[in-house]
Each structure stands twice: as C-alpha cells, then as structure tokens.
C-alpha cells in the first residue's frame, strides 16, 4: 500500500526546481507565485498546499541548497579529506551549478533589506559560515600569527562570494575560482594546499 508520499515529494521537487529558476530569471521580488505554479504545471492552490507563502518557498530553496553542500562536506571529511580541500570541493559544485550561484547572489544582495523574506537567513548563514570556519582556522592551528581565526574566516567568506559574482559576470574560465580560493587559503597559512 502506497501512502502518497512520493507523489508529494517529487511535486515539492519539482517546484523547487522551478521556483528556483523563475526567481534567478526575475528576482524574487518579481516573481508570483501564480507563475511559479503554471510553469510547475500545477494549480496555485497546489502550490500553496506545498508552500504557503512566498517566503517559504525561497528558504526552502537556500536550505536545500545548504544542506547538499553540507552533506558533501560532511561526506568529504568523513572520508578523509581535509576541511579546506572539502571546502574547495563546495566551490568547483559551484562551477557546475550557475543558476544556483545566481540566486545565491541576487538574493544575499536583496537580503541586506530587513524588510526581505530571506533578511534573516542570510544573517544566521553568514553567521553560522563564518562561525564554522573561525572554529576551523582556530583548530588547524596554521594561519600565520598576523592573522586571527576570525579575521581568516571573515575574509574567506567574502573571497568566496565576490569570486562567485565576477565568475558570474564573465563566465569564460578566465576566472578559475577553486584555484583562486586555493591560493588565497594558502596566503593565510603557513602550510603548502
């Protein structure tokens, strides 16, 4: 006996999937609701049973994207690899996502309004970012004495998101953003990546 779950999940993905490109194309502000349903071939009552609100449906799409870079981190270094090259492995996923780089970009800009649906996640995600890779550069020890954990941490995090946005201005392979990030890293530390 089937419960009618699978159904749902794959409805729920298909309009992640379709949300998530509507909002890259429009912004998120310009985006309805309405629209993201017709384009999931679904009614807007449909979508709504699934995502009530704009809102919901935008955080759903940053955590999903969240959580699969974070299971890949996880899968990673339980296997072995170091956290700075699981780190890199998050930014060449990147290289092969563009859409999904896009919509990080446009709304991490939009969320700096307080008034945004997404203000508030983007808070905690930088904070829990920075948090996570301050507790890393502290633990490795490596960083050279004339730079702090936080100060590593913060100034990766933004290295990241700039590198992403050029990426995204010239997609030519004239910026090659895990090799960059490498090399920044490396200027950090005392170690050899």
């Known amino acids: 006996m089937t419960h009618g779950y699978a159904p749902g999940r ?12 509507v909002f890259v194309e429009n912004g998120f502000r310009s985006s309805s609701l309405r629209d993201i349903a017709a384009k999931a071939g679904i ?13 919901d449906l935008l955080i759903e799409i940053l955590r999903r994207r969240d959580a699969d870079d974070a ?4 899968e990673d270094v339980a296997g072995g690899v170091d956290a700075v090259e699981a780190l890199l492995g998050v930014v060449r996923r990147n290289t092969q996502r563009p859409g999904m780089v896009e919509l990080f970009a446009v709304l ?4 700096v309004d307080p008034t945004h649906p997404a203000h508030e996640y983007f808070t905690e995600r930088y904070r829990h970012t920075i948090e ?13 004495t ?8 913060r100034t990766t995090v933004a290295m990241m998101d700039g590198l992403q946005i050029q990426w995204l201005m010239d997609r030519d392979d004239r910026i090659d953003m895990e090799a960059t990030m490498r090399r920044y890293i490396r200027s950090l530390t005392e170690s050899s990546l």
């Open 108 to 111: 991490s800009t939009e969320a």
């Open 10 to 21: 794959s409805t729920r993905t298909r309009i992640l999937d379709v949300a998530r490109t």
């Open 43 to 55: 009614s807007h009552p449909g979508l709504l049973h699934h995502f009530p609100t704009k809102q």
């Open 71 to 74: 299971a890949a981190v996880e």
């Open 132 to 144: 996570t890779l301050r507790a890393y550069f502290d633990e490795s020890r490596s960083l050279r």
């Open 146 to 153: 004339s730079i702090t954990p936080i100060d590593a941490a």
